[in-house]
T-cell receptor, first 114, second 116 residues
Framework: AQSVTQLDSQVPVFEEAPVELRCNYS??????LFWYVQYPNQGLQLLLK??????LVKGINGFEAEFNKSQTSFHLRKPSVHISDTAEYFC????????????FGSGTKLNVKP | ETGVTQSPTHLIKTRGQQVTLRCSSQ?????VSWYQQALGQGPQFIFQ???????GRGNFPPRFSGLQFPNYSSELNVNALELDDSALYLC???????????????FGPGTRLLVL
């Protein structure tokens, strides 16, 4: 079975400060890894994904994430956040059976303060 | 904008009623998945449709059912609504084929359902 744990339910940070949102996963098979962002009253927008290759992946809006297989982690980072980054962030894993099923974490609310 | 649209945006029903939610997939995508996102939680996989057939299901009872049409649009039907069915329902589309990897799902804005 697969599971995703987002260790922080809320992360407050000041504008222009760096931020790291943590994600750990559990799986008995190989997975693909994703980060999605959800702004208030909206659906999910893809930030970045890791499928294979380089363990450091870059996404939109200046975000990046690093896949660490030994620690089964996929933490999201941004060196300098903006007020507009205030949103909820979801880590997800995907397992390719004969269908494509996503497992999501419970989300981390990023609150960027001026 | 992902090109995935959902209707309606909001809906209020009473317990015991039935509801139908609709989703239009992104152009070129042949697979649609439905997720339930309860307040304060991450999305939970309900089921996935490929070529008009359900080809994967999460831990949801049979009163959650769906359809996929030849144009790849989709419906989610929920019978005998319960209070706990109140949630944001998300539709996601992707391109899938048995020998072609389909890694990414693109989400619509969701339908917020309130059951009273």
């Amino acid at each position: 079975a697969q599971s995703v744990t987002q260790l922080d339910s809320q992360v407050p940070v000041f504008e222009e400060a760096p931020v790291e949102l943590r994600c750990n996963y559990s799986s008995s098979v190989s997975v693909y890894l994703f980060w999605y962002v959800q702004y208030p009253n909206q659906g999910l927008q893809l930030l970045l994904k890791y499928l294979s290759g380089s363990t450091l992946v870059k996404g939109i809006n200046g975000f990046e994430a690093e896949f660490n297989k030994s620690q089964t982690s996929f933490h999201l980072r941004k060196p300098s956040v903006h007020i507009s980054d205030t949103a909820e962030y979801f880590c997800a894993v995907s397992v390719l059976y004969n269908f494509n099923k996503f497992y999501f974490g419970s989300g981390t609310k990023l609150n960027v303060k001026p | 904008e992902t090109g995935v649209t959902q209707s309606p945006t909001h809906l209020i029903k009473t317990r015991g009623q039935q509801v139908t939610l609709r989703c239009s997939s992104q152009s070129g995508h042949n697979t649609v998945s439905w997720y339930q996102q309860a307040l304060g939680q991450g999305p939970q996989f309900i089921f996935q449709y490929y070529r008009e057939e359900e080809n994967g299901r999460g831990n949801f009872p049979p009163r959650f059912s769906g359809l996929q049409f030849p144009n790849y649009s989709s419906e989610l039907n929920v019978n005998a609504l319960e209070l706990d069915d109140s949630a944001l329902y998300l539709c996601a589309s992707s391109q899938f084929a048995p020998l072609v990897r389909s890694e990414t799902q693109y989400f619509g804005p969701g339908t917020r359902l309130l059951v009273l």
